[in-house]
């Protein structure tokens, strides 16, 4: 059922590579004593026919938005167009290496350099680096910034402000920088509390991160204010773009006032998510930050593109290489598929979907936050809690109606949360489905609420010991 | 071209149901002031369009289908067998995300435990995660654990060890209070006797990599060994292919052990994605940063996959998370399992043998070419340097036209390094490749040709 290839044996001779020209015992004779290895690890040998049936067998346990409706909050699970793979798998992007010349990979470059002006017209930022591998990895990007920018005013800040609904890569990323992480409060309207983000700003502060939209959906309309108010103190203003699909055409962080920016290709440009990565995380700046960005930078000259090293200024290099060139690419041919107007209807029909899905739910659910929405809202299942059923039970029974659930117990300030998020590529009649499963589990709750408790039932194991996983960790295959 | 799937019906009842008159009421709270403007973008490609300009943009690259590579220094050509691709791009893997839905990932769960399993056999490690970003990251990322974990603030690093891979560690650990000491080395190594004098009671950590950036094996015996005196712990970076030989990080005492993956199944793409492996000894198993899949049981008891040690991490932990790594580099870990699975046992000594033999061989046959000196004598797996006296640039063109790329100019690294070439040599390089390269050095070997040395950005 679940066997490990492990557990699993057949012929391997490895007949895909070709016979080695000595034998193999007068190579090994070659390699000094005291640099061999004595015991052969014990990686398992399967035909390739049994290893293509466990791992064919494997994708089956899982769901995924090309075969479910993926409407987890904060995640941005939309179709990833499948020309994007069969781009970045062409030889000329696929197998060229890093370190050949210029001259030889002028057209990778002149998507790389090309890819920095989209993403600095699509956020309204002066420049960008490609280099970060992943939303956390901008966000040490963005903040290593913040410190260079005060170092090189001579100025010491000591702290960064980060509302209470923020993502925990936030507060990780800025401890990581040595700063002391200040919270700011959320409104009773599910905004950021001007007045308490105004009573922690001082001198000391170095940077405000935030998302717009927020964490809960909603647009920070005060934007303009809070980036007056944080840049009084010298402080500088991060944009977490995890939220940026809501926006494109509709507004960009550079005309907000925000100084830094990254964005996450995997969510908003179209990055297949891998099931957990690889994803890529450029960040943008304003143009007084450009002098701080992470070395080589690709400028163009005489028509040709190539690497700048000369930065006295900037951080240093975040990653080996250029960035995650493979995702990149898969962007950059997004963008180019959609143009202006394809974007333009892709926050449209994001937004659209996400009020449309609030709207048909508020019947069931409580809304903390009501109005419109953005791109994805929260409800809150503390009605149904007090039947005795969780956002986690729902969550599992949505599983055996063949919806992935949303994202649960996030953001961390709403009871019971569930971030729902469609994305701009699923169609009303997907969604009405989906309202559909959930009023049926409604039904349930009231109704047979063990069916619920007892979810799910359809997927490949029920719900999982956690708790012995973390107690009595088995973390690998011993024989 | 677009992905959208509402009809104009479907938006117009749609906003019927939400009672908006029009789009523009949804966003009505975003201040006029930030809506005057148009995207400067150029119009959309239907997917034909776009196929054929962007294949346009692929040959203006020179790839390693056409040439011959012997460009290493970190990623390597490799052979990747078909099945890696067909099984790792099917859907189910490659548009699903991280799994914290555990019983609707089942199958990247178990993959993700099959790959640590994989890595830790491979390393004779405890303890894997389940990817970083890279090698570069993963070894930042190793030195910060081993501040964490010892309370000291001295890192050594032998300057053999990959130039981009320090700067990445300069980089992680700038707003620290740490100090990082690069060691010198001789005849292309780490002299364990210079590492002796920089060892002291705030030393947290001694890094080695092996083979180095040079391709020579370091004497990690005997640097672990001086490194455990010293109460510091060992951080090895290590090639994976070159453990199907090599005696692996586990069995000569390191702490943490990490590398760069892409050798273990996944394509060039110009540096990236790859992923990093990161293993430690049971001992730092708490500490070990980044997301890792268990063994555990269902409701029924039978056998079930999750993410488990979550208490080390950023969405639960916040501020006090061991890293803020959140994404990790999942489907090109996957990579790496499947082909680890297709090489078995048998197979994985095989590469690495082939990778020796060639590089070997070549090297052998280089030193045969007048003007051809010896860079370093100490053992090599798949990658060496030699000194050969001549202008990097034109020897280039001699190679481009032998249909060869690379090799690695060492002074774009070390400038105190002229005349030093990195070869890096795969089981993908054939005879008749060596043939042009011969011909190519052997042309070119002796005094510089007169041509104007191209600038290329080294970092």
Redesign the interface.
């Known amino acids: 059922?679940?066997e490990?290839?492990?557990e699993k044996h057949s012929r391997?001779?490895?007949s895909?590579?070709?016979s080695?020209?000595?034998p193999?015992a007068a190579?090994?004779g070659?390699?000094?004593q005291?640099?061999?290895?004595?015991?052969?690890?014990?990686?398992?040998?399967?035909s390739?026919l049994d290893?293509?049936r466990?791992?064919?067998n494997?994708?089956?346990?899982?769901?995924?938005?090309?075969?479910?409706f993926?409407p987890?909050g904060s995640?941005t699970?939309?179709?990833?167009?499948k020309?994007l793979?069969?781009?970045?798998?062409?030889?000329?992007?696929?197998?060229?290496?890093?370190?050949?010349?210029?001259?030889?990979?002028?057209?990778?470059l002149?998507?790389l350099f090309e890819m920095q002006a989209?993403l600095s017209?699509?956020t309204?930022m002066a420049e960008f680096t490609l280099q970060p591998?992943?939303?956390?990895?901008g966000?040490?990007c963005g903040l290593?910034i913040v410190?260079a920018y005060h170092r090189s005013k001579k100025e010491k800040k000591t702290k960064v402000l980060i509302p209470d609904s923020a993502?925990?890569?936030n507060?990780?990323?800025?401890?990581?920088?040595?700063y002391e992480?200040v919270q700011v409060r959320t409104s009773a309207k599910g905004h950021v509390d001007v007045a308490d983000l105004k009573a922690k700003l001082g001198d000391d502060v170095a940077c405000f991160m935030m998302t717009n939209p927020n964490t809960l959906g909603l647009?920070e309309?005060d934007?303009?204010e809070i980036a007056r108010a944080v840049h009084a103190v010298d402080g500088l203003v991060y944009y977490d773009g995890a939220n940026m699909n809501a926006l494109?055409?509709?507004?960009?962080p550079g005309?907000?006032g925000f100084d830094i920016v990254h964005l996450n290709l995997?969510k908003t440009f179209a990055v297949?998510?891998?099931?957990?990565?690889?994803?890529?995380g450029p960040v943008g700046v304003r143009k007084e930050l450009i002098g701080f960005l992470?070395?080589?930078r690709i400028l163009k000259k005489d028509g040709g593109f190539?690497?700048?090293?000369n930065a006295p200024q900037s951080?240093?290099?975040?990653?080996?290489?250029?960035?995650?060139?493979?995702?990149i690419?898969r962007s950059y041919?997004y963008?180019?598929?959609?143009?202006?107007?394809?974007?333009?209807?892709?926050s449209?029909?994001a937004?659209?979907?996400a009020?449309?899905l609030k709207?048909?739910l508020k019947e069931i659910f409580d809304v903390p936050y009501d109005g419109?929405c953005?791109h994805e809202f929260v409800l809150s299942a503390r009605r149904q809690k007090m039947k005795g059923v969780k956002a986690l039970d729902i969550?599992?029974r949505l599983?055996d109606y063949g919806v992935?659930?949303p994202t649960v117990y996030?953001p961390l300030i709403v009871e019971e949360a569930m971030m729902i998020e469609p994305t701009?590529?699923?169609?009303?009649?997907?969604l009405d489905e989906f309202v559909r499963v959930l009023f049926q589990i409604q039904k349930e709750i009231d109704e047979e609420p063990q069916k619920v408790l007892d979810a799910?039932s359809t997927?490949?194991?029920?719900?999982?010991?956690?708790v012995?996983?973390?107690r009595?960790?088995?973390?690998?295959?011993r024989r | 071209m677009q992905y959208i799937s509402n009809t104009e019906q479907d938006k117009k009842e749609m906003l019927g149901a939400i009672g908006a008159g029009s789009f523009e009421a949804l966003i009505a709270k975003v201040p006029r002031a930030l809506r005057n403007f148009k995207l400067g973008l150029p119009a959309g490609l239907s997917e034909l369009e776009l196929m054929r300009e962007l294949e346009g943009l692929s040959r203006q690259n020179k790839h390693s289908n056409d040439y011959a590579s012997y460009l290493g220094g970190g990623n390597y050509d490799h052979f990747i067998p078909a099945v890696v691709n067909a099984l790792a791009h099917r859907g189910e893997f490659i548009t699903s995300y991280t799994p914290y839905q555990g019983e609707a990932s089942q199958g990247t769960l178990q993959s993700i435990y099959e790959y640590q399993s994989l890595i830790c056999e491979l390393t004779a490690m405890d303890v894997s995660n389940a990817s970083m970003y890279d090698g570069a990251s993963s070894l930042a990322e190793a030195a910060l654990l081993a501040l964490r974990a010892t309370g000291r603030r001295r890192i050594l690093v032998p300057a053999t060890t990959h130039p981009e891979y320090r700067q990445v560690m300069r980089t992680y650990l700038s707003c620290l209070d740490a100090e990082i000491i690069e060691l010198p080395f001789s005849n292309g190594a780490t002299d364990p006797g210079v590492l002796k004098k920089f060892l002291n009671a705030d030393t947290a950590a001694v890094v080695a990599q092996s083979p180095n950036f040079f391709g020579v094996l370091e004497d990690m015996r005997s640097i672990s060994d001086l490194c455990h005196n010293a109460g510091a712990l060992f951080i090895a970076s290590v090639n994976p292919i070159s453990l199907g030989i090599l005696e692996p990080p586990g069995e000569y005492g390191a702490d943490i052990a990490v590398g760069e993956g892409q050798p273990l199944g996944n394509p060039l793409s110009f540096g990236g994605p790859h992923f990093g492996f990161f293993t430690v000894k049971e001992a730092l198993l708490r500490k070990i940063p980044g997301r890792i899949a268990g063994l555990t049981v269902d409701r029924t008891g039978r056998r079930a996959f999750v993410l488990t040690l979550q208490a080390r991490e950023q969405h639960i932990r916040r501020e006090k998370a061991t890293s803020n790594i959140c994404t990790n580099h999942s489907l090109c870990a996957l990579k790496g399992a499947i082909y680890l699975t297709l090489l078995g046992r048998e197979g994985l000594k095989k590469l690495a043998l082939l990778n020796f033999q060639n590089a070997h061989r070549a090297r052998e046959r280089l030193l045969k070419i007048k003007g051809v000196r010896v860079f370093s004598d100490g053992p090599f797996f798949n990658e060496f340097a030699l000194h050969i006296k001549k202008n990097p640039a034109a020897f280039r063109a001699d190679l481009l036209r032998e249909k060869i790329l690379g090799p690695l100019t060492l002074s774009e690294f070390y400038p105190d390094l002229p005349d030093g070439f990195l070869f890096a040599v795969t089981e993908n390089r054939t005879r008749w490749d060596e043939d042009r390269l011969t011909r190519a050095v052997g042309e070119t070997a002796g005094p510089a040709a007169k041509k104007e040395p191209r600038v290329r950005a080294h970092f």
């Open positions: 059922m679940s490990l290839i492990f391997n001779d490895a895909w590579l070709p080695l020209e000595m193999e190579l090994l070659q390699i000094p005291t640099h061999r290895r004595k015991m052969a690890p014990a990686i398992p040998s399967l390739e290893v293509v466990h791992f064919t494997l994708s089956k346990k899982n769901f995924s938005v090309d075969s479910h993926y987890l995640c699970m939309k179709y990833n167009p020309s793979d069969a781009i970045a798998g062409l030889a000329g992007f696929s197998q060229i290496h890093p370190y050949q010349d210029e001259a030889d990979a002028q057209g990778a002149r998507v989209f017209e699509i309204g591998a992943a939303g956390a990895h966000e040490l290593l410190g993502h925990g890569t507060p990780a990323t800025a401890a990581l920088c040595g992480v647009f309309e934007i303009l494109l055409g509709i507004c960009r005309d907000m995997h297949p998510h891998g099931s957990g990565g690889p994803g890529s992470p070395s080589p190539f690497f700048e090293k951080i240093g290099k975040l990653r080996s290489f250029y960035g995650n060139f493979g995702a690419i041919a963008i180019r598929a959609l143009g202006r107007e394809g974007l333009e209807a892709v449209e029909n937004i659209l979907n009020n449309y709207t048909r419109f953005m969550a599992k599983l992935h659930a996030f701009e590529t699923e169609s009303k009649e997907t799910p997927t490949p194991v029920s719900r999982i010991d956690e012995r996983a973390a009595e960790p088995n973390l690998r295959f």
